[in-house]
Structures are given as C-alpha cells and as structure tokens.
T-cell receptor, first 113, second 114 residues
Framework: DQQVKQNSPSLSVQEGRISILNCDYTNSMFDYFLWYKKYPAEGPTFLISISSIKDKNEDGRFTVFLNKSAKHLSLHIVPSQPGDSAVYFCAAIFGGSQGNLIFGKGTKLSVKP | ETGVTQTPRHLVMGMTNKKSLKCEQHLGHNAMYWYKQSAKKPLELMFVYNFKEQTENNSVPSRFSPECPNSSHLFLHLHTLQPEDSALYLC?????????????FGSGTRLTVV
C-alpha cells in the first residue's frame, strides 16, 4: 500500500502561469515532507521541504502547502518557466530516523513557452 | 554535480555476469542508501547504511549485495541478474538530524540486463 501518492502522472502548463502539483499521504506520523525535481538521466535534486508542524513554506517561486487534516500537500510554482519541465517527486520522512524517505510515483510537468 | 558521484553511468550486463556499482560522497554525511527506480514505480529503497552498518534491507534478492567499506563509499555488487532488474539505480546520502534537507542523490547508473 502506497503511503505517498501522486495521482496525476502528468501536468501541462503555459509559461508564466501557476503550476500546482499535488500529493496525498496516509501516515500521520511523518515529520517532514519534501519535493524533489528530476531531469532525465540525472538523480533527483532536493527542491523544498516542510515540517509537519507548519502549513506553508516558501522559497522564491516555489511554495509548499500542507493540510494535515486532509493529509494533503501541494507544490505551487509561480510563474512557471520552461526550465521547470521535469518530473516532480513528493516524499515523506520520519524525523530522526534515516532510511525512511518514502517517495510518490512522480508527476511529469511540462511548461510550454 | 551534487556531491554524490556514481559510476558507471550506464551498464549493460548479461545474466551470468558479475559487476559492481560504485558510489562516493564527500559531503560528510553519515548515512548512504541504494534506491531502485523502475518505470512507472516510486523510487524503492533497497539498502541503508548508517555509520557503515547496514540497518535496513528491504527484502532485496540476494543477487544484489551491498558493501560499505567506509562512510564515504558504497558499492552494489550484482550477480546473476534477471532482465526485470533493469532499472536506474540511485545512490543517496544524508546526515542524521538534517532530514529537513532531504537526501542528496547521485545521477544514477542506468542498468540493462540482457
């Protein structure tokens, strides 16, 4: 049973508009949620994270929102740029415990000029 | 370059071959991981090494054998693999207490078993 779910395999957005990537989770014990970005032929790179005690974290064009009651988080990219085209993975981890970074299947974002 | 280096980038091997994947990090991290990424599946954790000790083996078949000689190096020895083992194998590292920063991944080894 998947603990971290990304139900949209792909998303297409126009340059300059907002991209919203969604993620749901089942385990209420996760302490941190993370977003990774992956280009073809490269490993995932860390993008932004949020602690389970917060509901929003912002870093430049990227904002992550956490709704604990709904067990849902989302990544907002605004404005979207063609260079943002990549696969985005949602992940969750238990604090103080290594080896439990659990990933979703990813959402492929295409930003069209 | 992320600070985690994996070699080789690509590997084609027959089912009777023996090969090894190598991972190296000089970030001062104290944990290293092997992940497998197959098509249309989430990244799957295979092995965890914490301070050189293997702390997790996620029911991985014995044809995959990890080795961690020190906190900076990690190997994955492969023997008698099956075609369904073809995947992207990713190494990652992290530091205890810094989970908010996630893991640092290498670029991966694209393995094809023929």
């Amino acid at each position: 049973d998947q603990q971290v779910k990304q139900n949209s395999p792909s998303l297409s957005v126009q340059e300059g508009r907002i991209s919203i990537l969604n993620c749901d989770y089942t385990n209420s014990m996760f302490d941190y949620f993370l977003w990774y970005k992956k280009y073809p032929a490269e490993g995932p790179t860390f993008l932004i994270s949020i602690s389970s005690i917060k509901d929003k974290n912002e870093d430049g064009r990227f904002t992550v929102f956490l709704n604990k009651s709904a067990k849902h988080l989302s990544l907002h990219i605004v404005p979207s740029q063609p260079g943002d085209s990549a696969v985005y993975f949602c992940a969750a981890i238990f604090g103080g415990s290594q080896g439990n970074l659990i990933f979703g299947k990813g959402t492929k974002l295409s930003v069209k000029p | 370059e992320t600070g985690v280096t994996q070699t080789p980038r690509h590997l084609v091997m027959g089912m009777t071959n023996k090969k090894s994947l190598k991972c190296e990090q000089h970030l001062g991290h104290n944990a290293m991981y092997w992940y497998k990424q197959s098509a249309k599946k989430p990244l799957e954790l295979m092995f965890v090494y914490n301070f050189k000790e293997q702390t997790e083996n996620n029911s991985v078949p014995s044809r995959f054998s990890p080795e961690c000689p020190n906190s900076s190096h990690l190997f994955l020895h492969l023997h008698t693999l099956q075609p369904e083992d073809s995947a992207l194998y990713l190494c990652a590292s992290s530091h205890e207490g810094q989970e908010v920063y996630g893991y640092t991944f290498g670029s991966g080894t694209r393995l094809t078993v023929v």
